[in-house]
Every structure is written in structure tokens, then in C-alpha cells.
């Protein structure tokens, strides 16, 4: 089993940045393949970005390449979310979520067996 616990969501203004963490325990940090979902109201939840164990973060939501990245501290066993440049439509509920990496593909969401609690993100215009 892996616990993840979501914190660093809160209100913001469009524009803004914000950082996500999401401390894992449990078993063992190694070989997880870590991502962060959200969910709007009314909406389905879609993966954002995904990141291996080495280190790469991928997104998979157009928006937010090229404000959204993601990183990972093995040491600490946490991974972050870094937001900028925040719209009114990235307003949403922050999860992450993990895998034990067996060669799945990281932008399928239905590898993720590990969930968060969530955070809620909302960024006024």
C-alpha cells in the first residue's frame, strides 16, 4: 500500500503560481510512477502530469504545458506540482495518484491504483 497526502492548494488570483506536494508512505517510493489529476466542477477527471521514477514529468493536458511542471524528491518520498500563470479554468480539485511501474503507459488512467485525498485549487479572474 502507498498513502498519499495532497497539501499547498488554496485561492489564488489568475496569473498567480502555486506549488503542490504530495507526501507517499507506505511501502516503498521506489519504482512508483507518480501523477497529478484534477477534477472540476461538473467535469470528469483528467490526468494533468505524470513522472517516473528518473525524474521526467510529462503532461498530458494541452493547457497546461508550459505552465505546469512536475518534479520529484526520492529522498522525501514526495512529489510537486509547480502551477503558474493560473486561469479561472484551472480551478479545480488537485489529486495525485501512483503506480508501481510495471511498463505501463503513465497516461492511462486506470494504471493508477494509488489516490489522494485532494486539494482544492481555485483561481479567481
Known amino acids: 500500500q502507498v498513502q498519499l497526502v495532497e497539501s499547498g492548494g488554496g485561492l489564488v488570483q489568475a496569473g498567480a503560481s502555486l506549488r503542490l506536494s504530495c507526501a507517499a508512505s507506505?511501502?516503498?517510493?521506489?519504482?512508483?510512477?507518480m501523477g497529478w489529476f484534477r477534477q472540476a466542477p461538473g467535469k470528469e477527471r483528467e490526468l494533468v502530469v505524470a513522472i517516473g521514477w528518473s525524474g521526467g514529468c510529462t503532461p498530458y493536458t494541452d493547457s497546461v504545458a508550459g505552465r505546469f511542471t512536475c518534479s520529484r524528491d526520492n529522498a522525501k518520498n514526495t512529489v510537486y506540482l509547480q502551477m503558474n500563470s493560473l486561469k479561472p479554468e484551472d480551478t479545480a480539485v488537485y489529486y495525485c495518484a501512483a503506480f508501481y511501474d510495471r511498463g505501463n503507459y503513465y497516461g492511462d488512467p486506470r494504471a493508477y491504483t494509488y489516490w489522494g485525498q485532494g486539494t482544492q485549487v481555485t483561481v479567481s479572474s
Open positions: 507506505g511501502r516503498t517510493f521506489s519504482n512508483v510512477v
